[in-house]
């Protein structure tokens, strides 16, 4: 393998992070806004303000379509890391268990449809599951689209387990 070519990553496991800490960590006006989201758009390769370019495009999408969703960061505060490359990054997401049941569908659909990615491309994406319980278990993937099967399999499972 040359140092360009690019190794397929996966990953379930389970996750420190709770809504209690996300809420806890906030300022008092975000704290408000993300205690009853379903879905809450964090900051990039766990940063603490900087969010990929797009992200408030993702939010909008996911708005559209009824998913109860907001950015972790205030409007004064928001910024965006630009990343110049072929690959989608899409982000961390923290997500109630309440909405896996559309999430593969929109995951999909955003992807294929609206980014308009094909099978080669490379993605990135990282979804913490909310458990009913508040515990949490996370998915990362960073590899090729036509992986990405991968991801919406362990989203199917933990349906089932949540």
């Known amino acids: 393998m040359s140092i360009l070519?690019?190794?397929?990553?996966?990953?379930?496991?389970?996750?420190?992070?709770?809504?209690?800490?996300?809420v806890r960590n906030a300022s008092p006006s975000l704290a408000e806004i993300i205690k009853g989201k379903n879905l809450i758009i964090l900051?990039?390769?766990?940063?603490?303000?900087?969010?990929?370019?797009?992200?408030?495009?993702?939010?909008?999408?996911?708005?559209?379509?009824?998913?109860?969703?907001?950015?972790?960061?205030?409007?004064?505060?928001?910024?965006?890391?630009?990343?110049?490359?072929?690959?989608?990054?899409?982000?961390t997401f923290f997500v109630s268990s309440i909405v896996l049941p559309l999430l593969t569908n929109l995951m999909s659909s955003y992807i294929y449809d609206k980014l308009k990615a094909q099978k080669d491309d490379g993605?990135?994406?990282?979804?913490i599951i909310e458990?009913?319980?508040?515990?949490?278990?996370s998915i990362s993937f960073d590899g090729k689209i036509e992986k990405l099967e991968k991801v919406f399999t362990a989203i199917k499972e933990l349906e089932n387990e949540v």
């Open 131 to 137: 458990r009913k319980s508040g515990s949490t278990v």
């Open 43 to 91: 900051p990039s390769h766990e940063t603490v303000d900087e969010f990929y370019a797009g992200s408030l495009d993702t939010l909008d999408y996911l708005n559209e379509r009824n998913v109860d969703a907001e950015i972790y960061s205030t409007d004064e505060d928001y910024k965006e890391l630009s990343l110049h490359g072929a690959d989608f990054w899409l982000g």
């Open 123 to 127: 993605i990135s994406l990282k979804l």
């Open 5 to 22: 070519e690019q190794k397929d990553r996966f990953e379930v496991k389970e996750e420190s992070l709770t809504r209690a800490e996300l």
